[in-house]
């Protein structure tokens, strides 16, 4: 499965795998990791390594397929309903750390959405996080850490997440959807989230996004044209464009790069370059509510100015 392959590359996997062979797991962690949509996913293989009896999260043992299906005695899940964690859930919870774990050495705890608990819930976590009783282990993840009281934060071990890289994205991904265009476009845009990549490799409007990118880099012939093709961008999903058109260009730069002639379609080097610059740099002014059809009209003009611009040079 691809979520195990991305998380098995991480620093955090890597730092808790070592802290259990050595004996020495904290009592308390907080994973932050951006990638919210899998986030309790990914919190279920660092339970599975945490607890499984062959060392790494073999999948094989019993507490690895038990905890797969959320259903081992030893591992308890929050929120037990809904998306947030609540008074109740910590209610259901501190009661259970007086109790021994039935079969394995460690009694874990997983909270999953953290950064969505109230201060009531978080201050009655706080004495379980103060004074641990032995044998537990409480595994919290949040997309950030902002919301979480100073007082929870200094109890725990904090080790991020960070988005993936394109790379390791596409290839956990590729192995189980196959090489393709299509999923290389969406892992571009994706920022690294997996939830972010699936989304758009399912959706066919990054699709038709990408064609009228390639029809603009392609057709584009004069500043006149800016006027016609304007009118196809969909204002209301301008960032989308902007990253699906990057991904576009950076390709168009890998190409112009390798084939040796620094030239790709008619667009040199630093054409694409300059034009990168352009989607960057209104990619940040949109973020500050810059006009989006300035933006979409500086865009078209950059893509149409630069590329005759360095033919000239
Ligand atoms: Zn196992």
């Known amino acids: 499965m691809y979520t195990e392959e991305l998380i098995r590359q991480t620093n955090a996997y890597r730092i808790i795998s070592g802290e259990k062979s050595r004996g020495t797991l904290s009592h308390a962690y907080l994973i932050v990791c951006p990638d919210g949509e899998y986030l309790r996913e990914y919190l279920k293989i660092f339970a599975?390594?945490?607890m499984c009896e062959n060392g790494d999260g073999c999948g094989e043992c019993r507490p690895c397929r038990l905890i797969e299906k959320e259903a081992y005695a030893d591992c308890t899940f929050y929120p037990q309903s809904g998306s947030k964690i609540l008074t109740a859930d910590i209610d259901d919870l501190i009661p259970q750390t007086y109790i021994r774990p039935l079969e394995n050495k460690t009694r874990l705890f997983v909270l999953s959405g953290a950064e969505n608990m109230a201060a009531a819930p978080q201050n009655k976590l706080l004495k379980t996080l103060e004074e641990p009783p032995a044998n537990v282990c409480i595994l919290m993840g949040a997309t950030s850490d902002y919301s979480l009281l100073p007082t929870i934060k200094s109890r725990?071990?904090?080790?991020?997440?960070p988005p993936f890289s394109e790379t390791a994205l596409y290839g956990a991904l590729s192995r189980e959807l196959g090489e393709s265009e299509k999923l290389r476009r969406?892992?571009?845009?994706?920022?690294?989230k997996l939830g972010a990549a699936l989304a758009a490799y399912g959706n066919?409007?990054?699709?038709k996004t990408a064609a009228l990118c390639k029809k603009i880099i392609k057709e584009m012939k004069s500043s006149k044209d800016v006027a016609k093709f304007i009118g196809y961008i969909d204002k209301d999903n301008i960032s989308d464009f902007i990253s699906v058109m990057k991904n576009e260009i950076m390709d168009m730069l890998k190409a112009a790069v390798s084939s040796g002639t620094g030239d790709c379609d008619g667009y040199k080097v630093g054409a694409l370059l300059a034009i990168e610059d352009v989607l960057s740099e209104k990619e940040r002014a949109l973020a500050f509510n810059a006009n989006v059809q300035m933006a979409a009209d500086g865009i078209l003009f950059s893509i149409v100015e630069e590329k005759f611009r360095w033919q000239k040079l």
């Open 48 to 50: 599975k390594l945490i």
């Open 156 to 161: 725990v071990k904090k080790i991020d997440v």
């Open 186 to 192: 969406a892992v571009g845009i994706s920022g690294g």
């Open 204 to 207: 066919g409007a990054t699709e």
